[in-house]
């Protein structure tokens, strides 16, 4: 079973920065793509952004481009991160990582593992 892990999520003021680290254990070779996720209280889970198996290929969505940077350790297998600048209330949620069975995923791919998440919060 592959279990991605997250670390780094806390509180922080409108403006600051937060980096969300995951790595993903378990019985799996280095040829996926991975993910972020995010999901705020009341609201539907919701793609943050994704990276492919060896960082060429990358998506965000539309609220955190310019301000997100997802990026991977190509000499750790399975290990993500995300870069958070310029926070706002908005991006208040649980972000988890995700792992696919795809080299290549972009928003619309369906996630083969998720992690448990870690609990992110902006205040104003």
């Known amino acids: 079973q592959v279990q991605p892990v997250e670390s780094g999520g806390g509180s922080v003021q409108t403006g600051g920065s937060l980096r969300l680290s995951c790595a993903a254990s378990g019985r799996t070779d280095s040829n996926h793509a991975m993910g972020w996720y995010r999901q705020a209280s009341g609201k539907e889970r919701e793609f943050v952004a994704s990276?492919?198996?060896?960082?060429?290929?990358?998506?965000y969505a539309d609220s955190v481009k310019g301000r997100f940077t997802i990026s991977r350790d190509n000499n750790a297998e399975n290990t993500v991160y995300l870069e958070m600048n310029s926070l706002k209330p908005e991006d208040t949620a649980v972000y988890y990582c995700?792992?696919?069975?795809?080299?290549?995923?972009?928003?619309?791919?369906?996630?083969?593992?998720w992690g448990q998440g870690t609990q992110v919060i902006v205040s104003s």
């Open positions: 995700v792992l696919y069975s795809y080299l290549i995923a972009s928003s619309t791919t369906t996630p083969q593992y």
């Open positions: 990276i492919s198996w060896k960082g060429g290929a990358i998506w």
